[in-house]
């Protein structure tokens, strides 16, 4: 089972290349991390985007843009259309979001046409590495599903499933994040998690241990859930973070980056393909990360080169 960051790079190098199509690519931190990723191995790299930017940021780095295809689109819709086709022809094999907002490549990706859509709910896994904890967390989701009913998260549970399984964990456990650890009527996230973790005995959500309502202390310390008499199972070494809503993501998501500089990625699951997501302020490591992380589970998805 892959522990860090620095596997997960090794990893995907013995996967790739595969190719990626990176929507309004016309950015440095994405650049860099492409180009970091085409040395180790990992992946080639078709960049759809404003040709002259593209090419005056591989011209300040001293990168050879030669060795990437480059489609001229200067309208982030268009590019971000065309990167999406490149994919459902078969073309790439993991998506990628440039300098463009969230909701303009989504759109992209869950227009009927495009063939990407699935019977799933897209939603963002981070994938963190963060000193003094032994394993990855799979953080989901603080990046699209706003406010999520128990359906829609058990679907968030089954694609950050999918990810863990990529990465050689098989047997995931999910904590679902609550304010507190007893159900509160006038807390739907706790209904909710004690509705999830029910799911997870009888079998109808498979492929992992779900348990819930847990605070983020029982959750990731065991120590902590011990001290609070807490003995199910999951408490104290929780895999996947489920999230009640966004905010909650999103903010532990970049309190690691910017309290704890830990390591993460970021990744769309539910779609015919891998789709790395990143914020456009994310530094060029967590971006190969990300793109690392698209790999392994292409591979793993059985996406063909």
């Not at 931190?29 to 970091?36: G, Q, T």
């Not at 029982?218 to 902590?224: D, E, F, Q, T």
Request: glycine residues 6%; aromatic residues 4%; contains cysteine.
């Amino acid at each position: 089972m892959i522990k860090k960051f620095d596997e997960i790079i090794k990893s995907a190098a013995a996967k790739g290349p595969k190719t990626i199509a990176v929507a309004a690519a016309h950015d440095a931190e994405v650049i860099l991390a492409l180009n970091k990723a085409n040395i180790l191995g990992i992946a080639d790299a078709i960049l759809i985007g404003n040709r002259r930017k593209i090419c005056r940021i591989a011209e300040e780095y001293q990168i050879d843009i030669g060795k990437f295809t480059i489609i001229e689109k200067n309208d982030n819709v268009e590019a971000c259309r065309t990167a999406v086709q490149l994919a459902a022809k078969g073309q790439v094999q993991v998506l990628m979001k440039g300098l463009v907002d969230t909701a303009t490549i989504l759109k992209a990706v869950l227009d009927k046409e495009a063939g990407l859509r699935t019977a799933n709910v897209l939603s963002h896994v981070a994938v963190a590495d963060i000193d003094g904890y032994d394993r990855l967390f799979y953080i989901t989701d603080g990046a699209m599903n706003i406010a999520p009913n128990v359906a829609m998260k058990k679907q968030i549970i089954e694609n950050a499933v999918q990810i863990a399984n990529a990465l050689g964990n098989d047997s995931p456990k999910a904590a679902c994040i609550c304010a507190l650890e007893k159900v509160n009527p006038k807390m739907q996230a706790t209904l909710d998690a004690a509705e999830l973790a029910k799911m997870s005995q009888t079998g109808e959500l498979k492929g992992c241990m779900v348990a819930g309502p847990l605070a983020l202390d029982n959750a990731v310390s065991l120590a902590a859930a011990t001290h609070k008499g807490i003995t199910n199972p999951v408490a104290g070494k929780a895999d996947i973070l489920v999230m009640p809503f966004i905010e909650t993501g999103n903010t532990l998501y970049k309190s690691i980056v910017f309290f704890a500089q830990g390591n993460i990625a970021g990744i769309v699951a539910g779609a015919k393909v891998p789709i790395v997501l990143t914020s456009r302020a994310d530094s060029e490591l967590t971006k190969l990360n990300s793109i690392a992380l698209g790999i392994l589970m292409a591979s793993k998805n059985g996406v063909k080169s």
